[in-house]
């Protein structure tokens, strides 16, 4: 898929969202916004609530089942500012996740790295144990907020 049709696409899903300005009491522009995330691998599209006023992966893992690619922040311009948005069930939401669950991700996501035949290979050469690459990725992971930073949900899942 072109740039352009992508753009295209992405235009479609956006209709009617309303108000695209930013609210300038917010601290991130991408505050309470709507926002297209595409796959690279399948091409599925999906929009993505911010419930937040903080940042967002500019990646995430790609929500299509069984794909197992990378979705990634699309078409900015289109992001679409609405606080008053109501999530429906099943739809992703970003969430500030509490800094017990951010250490649950991290590690896991750590220990996948870790132990990848390819990825992995660098960073035992680079760290002398898993504990200290985790320990790394903790401390670089401090500064997405003060709350944890950004987790991804599926609203009304258990």
């Known amino acids: 898929m072109t740039k352009q049709e992508a753009e295209a696409e992405a235009r479609e ?10 609210r300038e009491e917010c601290n991130h522009a991408e505050a309470f916004c709507l926002m297209i995330y595409q796959c690279k691998d399948c091409g599925r599209h999906v929009k993505i609530w911010n419930s937040r006023d903080g940042v967002t992966p500019f990646t995430v893992g790609c929500i299509q089942d069984g794909c197992g690619g990378t979705m990634q922040h699309i078409c900015w311009n289109l992001d679409c500012f609405c606080p008053e948005h109501r999530a429906e069930i099943g739809d992703p939401v970003f969430v500030d996740a509490s800094a017990d669950a951010m250490n649950r991700r991290d590690e896991k996501d750590a220990r996948n790295l870790w132990e990848n035949e ?8 680079t760290f002398a144990s898993f504990d200290e690459f985790f320990n790394q990725i903790k401390k670089e992971n401090q500064c997405y907020s003060k709350n944890g930073g950004p987790m991804l949900i599926f ?4």
């Open 118 to 125: 390819t990825k992995g290979v660098g960073l035992r050469k």
């Open 13 to 22: 899903l956006v209709k009617g969202w309303g108000n695209r300005m930013k």
């Open 155 to 158: 609203h009304g899942a258990e």
